[in-house]
């Protein structure tokens, strides 16, 4: 599907340029935005290694128990039933850590990880369970406190003041949290029903 839409977006660019005189404009974008992109690539890699590193040594030093029993009342309610000494419980407070300090790419490996151990512990090979669902809902909703990536981005295109967008940040990811968390156990409780 992604290269069908790549394949229109190209084609489009190009129409567009010839109709509008500007096929010379097109051309050089292709030429320094790709020099761009790779640029940015490696900045972004900088960031995520590093960021990488201090979730690793967190989790090895410990601090990942400190934050899974400061999420555990929170997370047992959130998510039914699940062994909060586990490693699928581990992972998940791992991942919405990276994600409240703004650290999606840290955040992706322990995704992968507690959605593996969440598939083990629910025993479920056909379909994801609820606490799965709910878990991508979360992660991908991930409400964010701190956005290190967005504000090093910003930084690094000359903003002066890289976190000014935290109110809004904070304010749109918490309403997004909600409302989906709260929309996936709403169509959960009909799907039981109807079972």
Same mark, same amino acid.
């Given at each position: 599907?992604?290269?069908?839409?790549?394949?229109?977006?190209?084609?489009?660019?190009?129409?567009?340029? +010839?109709?509008?005189?500007?096929?010379?404009?097109?051309?050089?974008?292709?030429?320094?935005?790709?020099?761009?992109?790779?640029?940015?690539?490696?900045?972004?890699?900088?960031?995520?290694?590093?960021?990488? /590193?201090?979730?690793?040594?967190?989790?090895?030093? /410990?601090?990942?128990?400190?934050?899974?029993?400061?999420?555990?009342?929170?997370?047992?309610?959130?998510?039914?039933?699940?062994?909060?000494? /586990?490693?699928?419980?581990?992972?998940?407070?791992?991942?919405?850590?990276?994600?409240?300090?703004?650290?999606?790419?840290?955040?992706?490996?322990?995704?992968?990880?507690?959605?593996?151990? %969440?598939?083990?512990?629910?025993?479920?090979?056909?379909?994801?369970?609820?606490?799965? +669902?709910?878990?991508?809902?979360?992660?991908?909703?991930?409400?964010?406190?701190?956005?290190?990536?967005?504000?090093?981005?910003?930084?690094?295109? /000359?903003?002066?003041?890289?976190?000014?967008?935290?109110?809004?940040?904070?304010?749109?990811?918490?309403?997004?949290?909600?409302?989906?968390?709260?929309?996936?156990?709403? %169509?959960?409780?009909?799907?039981?029903?109807?079972?």
């Amino acid at each position: 599907m992604l290269k069908w839409i790549f394949f229109i977006l190209i084609i489009s660019s190009l129409v567009f340029g +010839i109709i509008s005189g500007n096929i010379g404009d097109v051309s050089n974008a292709v030429l320094t935005e790709s020099v761009n992109a790779v640029d940015l690539g490696i900045y972004m890699l900088g960031a995520m290694c590093v960021w990488g /590193g201090v979730m690793r040594v967190a989790e090895k030093s /410990g601090i990942t128990d400190i934050l899974c029993r400061f999420f555990s009342p929170l997370l047992k309610f959130v998510f039914k039933g699940i062994d909060t000494k /586990g490693k699928a419980f581990s992972a998940i407070c791992m991942n919405i850590t990276a994600n409240l300090l703004g650290l999606g790419n840290a955040a992706t490996p322990f995704g992968i990880e507690a959605m593996k151990e %969440l598939e083990k512990e629910d025993n479920c090979k056909e379909e994801a369970s609820i606490n799965m +669902i709910i878990f991508a809902v979360i992660n991908t909703a991930s409400f964010t406190i701190i956005p290190t990536t967005v504000a090093s981005l910003r930084m690094k295109n /000359g903003s002066e003041n890289p976190l000014e967008i935290l109110p809004a940040v904070i304010i749109t990811s918490a309403i997004t949290l909600i409302i989906s968390v709260t929309v996936a156990r709403i %169509l959960d409780f009909k799907r039981r029903k109807k079972n």
